[in-house]
């Protein structure tokens, strides 16, 4: 079996108070967008075996690992599986892609052994394994809450083209926390909830990430390629989740296009053009 695993994007990211468990109570905005890993999936007789030479980490660190093995666990089949990861989404990126091939790990086997679990059941076991799960499970722009694996309301997004460009180093998630200072008085809001969950929205308008100080802080050429986006004409730019990517909103793909000849290319930076996904777990994507 072969599964497309999506990046995501954030639009907007608020940080409105720190929990009892040791995490922050997150605000977010969140679209899945037209960049991919690949997984292939095969059953086995019993082991889980993975196959991920470019995920930077151990098996037994892999989300997908722990996500297959919580699968059986759940559903107590006996069987094993073999899983490959042709990754392209690179990790502390901000893009949610170990997240996105957890979840997409749960959907792929709940399809390949016939367990019939909904996609609420999916969103509770996938909530087990990362915060971000649940939202890839889902598969839709949508407003999270919680530790942004709480569903709040989907979301209308006006088509984009977004730019997705990704440096060539990641940043700790929490270092991030670390060096972030909760304002005793919230950030300015640029929205309206309401606005986001009855209205087709204009993603370039609700443009907020209240961890972006904190990332340029640590690594201030982030703040200059949003800056960069800008001058070269993109509609708005944002850093995505604890970055390390910042993007570029634009119109279509012909003023993308025009900003692409003002743009300043940096060396070993990686500059990739989306577009939000359509569809859910169960729709096309397009690519």
């Known amino acids: 079996m072969r599964v497309l695993s999506p990046a995501k994007i954030n639009l907007l990211l ?3 108070g720190k929990r009892n468990d040791g995490y922050h109570e997150l605000l977010t905005l969140m679209v899945p967008v037209s960049f991919f890993d690949t997984l292939y999936l095969q059953k086995e007789k019993e082991n889980i075996e993975l196959d991920a030479p470019d995920c930077g980490c151990s098996s037994a660190d892999n989300l997908v690992f722990k996500a297959a093995g919580l699968f059986k666990l759940k559903t107590e089949i006996r069987n094993g599986v073999r899983i490959r990861i042709d990754k392209n989404v690179p990790f502390g990126a901000g893009l949610g892609g170990g997240s996105s091939n957890a979840a997409h790990t749960l959907v792929a086997l709940n399809k390949l052994f016939g367990t019939g679990l909904t ?10 394994i990362g915060a971000d799960c649940p939202f890839s499970i889902h598969g839709k722009p949508a407003l999270m809450g919680g530790r942004g694996d709480e569903l709040i309301a989907d979301t209308l997004i006006e088509d984009r083209v977004y730019l997705l460009v990704i440096p060539p180093f990641g940043i700790s ?13 919230n950030s300015k809001d640029v929205f309206k909830m309401q606005d986001i969950i009855r209205e087709s929205i204009a993603p370039e308008k609700y443009l907020l990430n209240e961890l972006e100080d904190s990332a340029f802080e640590l690594h201030p050429e982030l703040e200059t390629v949003k800056m960069e986006l800008i001058r070269a004409g993109a509609l ?19 003023h993308l ?5 003002k743009l300043r ?23």
């Open 257 to 261: 296009e025009h900003a692409m000849i």
């Open 173 to 185: 998630t929490a270092k991030v926390f670390s060096k972030y200072k909760m304002s005793l008085t």
């Open 119 to 128: 996609e609420n059941q999916l969103c509770q076991m996938a909530g087990e």
């Open 236 to 254: 708005g730019a944002l850093m995505s989740g604890s970055g390390s990517t910042v993007f570029g909103v634009f119109e279509d793909d012909r």
């Open 265 to 287: 290319k940096r060396e070993g930076y990686k500059y990739i053009p989306t577009t939000r996904t359509l569809g859910g777990v169960n729709g096309d994507y397009r690519s």
């Open 14 to 16: 608020k940080v409105t």
